[in-house]
């Protein structure tokens, strides 16, 4: 991921050249806002790193040499986020598709947690989970929804979450996990093309992406969109995926304090 040039500087007689790295995209997925950078510190391969903000949460990190890094974004108040990134100078792509979008899970300490329900448990052996969220309600807006597209119409009847964010696209055969970058006209850019075809008026749905630690414990502070049901309770939809298939369970939260789930039993299939 990396661009041959992001910046000319002129100092004295000389022009420097920066070449663009990484680039990511960071966000508050509990407020849906722009991390700031005094919010947030980076690590490549452990070491913490210099970096450029752009304003509406863009961080810029230039001037790596060509090869695979392990990238850390670390902060009190988020769960850290770690990736393996391939920065690679020579490859072209659109602006948009250079830039890696991450929304940040709070952490039991961010700040407006303590007085939202909450839960934690464990998903064995799981990396990340998925969210439905309660808000959205897209569909598929054309016939020619086919593998490999990287641009896909949408009608969307419900309240559209801010983009860039993560859907599931689902078909009574296939389903996949995409990201929304952008939007013209109800045409939205996918962050990588199809994998499947869908037809029209298939169901997408808006997610919220959790990451699990090495032991696959988990913590979630959970925002207002999710409504407690009429004997008190809030319900969550929450899918895994793992080895090309998906896993499925339903979570059961108190609309106070934390809940201890324990350990999560997924069932086979999509939701």
Sequence with gaps: MSKSILTRKKQGDDVL??????????????????????????????????????????????????????????????????????????????AEKMVRYIALNPSNSYPMAFRCPRITGTAPSVQKLYILRARGDLKIAEDGANAGNSLIKLFCTGIMPRLPSMFRIKDKTHSEIVTLIGSNDNVYMLGSPLKNSYPRSSAVTPLIRLVCGEDGKFFFV???????????????????????????????AKPAGVTELGKIKFRKGDI
């Design 17 to 94: 050249i920066k070449r663009l790295s990484l680039a990511l995209r960071l966000t508050d997925d509990f407020l849906d806002r722009p991390i700031e950078p005094s919010e947030v510190q980076l690590f490549v391969n452990g070491v913490r790193c210099r970096h450029e903000y752009k304003p509406n949460g863009y961080f810029i990190i230039s001037d790596l040499d060509e090869g695979e890094y392990i990238v850390s974004i670390r902060s009190s108040k988020f769960q850290t986020e770690e990736f393996t990134a391939v920065v690679n100078h020579s490859l072209s792509m659109p």
């Design 222 to 252: 959970i925002p207002d969109e999710f409504r407690p049901d009429k004997d008190g309770n809030i319900k969550l939809s929450v899918l895994c995926e793992s080895g090309g298939e998906f896993f499925h369970a339903e979570l059961c």
